[in-house]
């Protein structure tokens, strides 16, 4: 990484991390009901909560992968003026699987692997250290920190709420 590039905080990561979840959630409970209204098949609430939690990690690091290589930014990201860069070039489709993939180590151990980028003097969590990777700022003016993250939070736990009240009898 450049001398140049500012690591980007801690507030600026949650925040793109809580849109994006929130868009990967969004696009899934659309599918759900698109193919609810489809099919015509009820879905038991059960089967919908586990097959939910079986594809979520898998779409959120394919989303992450996609947008990581298309532009070095995914759609939280670029709202929240911070790219993922690689620290001795640009970052590679295996790179950024690597470091998808890598957001599970970071996240199991209750977000410990998360948690380090406050440790750490660059900002680097545990998927950007095994990736080689880094989250800096990109874009003058469009840093939005606390109340961004708050706005994000608020927006993921009311698709949780939104979702529980489409599965309830």
Known sequence: MTEELTPASFDERLAA???DLFLVRLGAMTLMLAFGAATG???DARVVAA????????A???????FTVRGGA????????????G?????SPLRAVLRAGAYL?????LGLGFLWSLKDGAGRAWHDLLAGTAVVRSGPGRRRGRAATLAALAAVFGLSLISSLLRAP
């Open 74 to 85: 995914t759609p939280g990201k670029r709202f929240m003026g911070i790219a993922v860069v």
């Open 17 to 19: 991390f809580l849109a």
């Open 41 to 43: 098949f009820a879905l």
């Open 51 to 58: 097959a939910f939690v079986a594809l979520l990690f898998p």
């Open 105 to 109: 180590l970071s996240a199991l151990p």
């Open 60 to 66: 959120f690091a394919a989303y992450h992968a996609f």
């Open 87 to 91: 620290t001795d070039g640009p970052v």
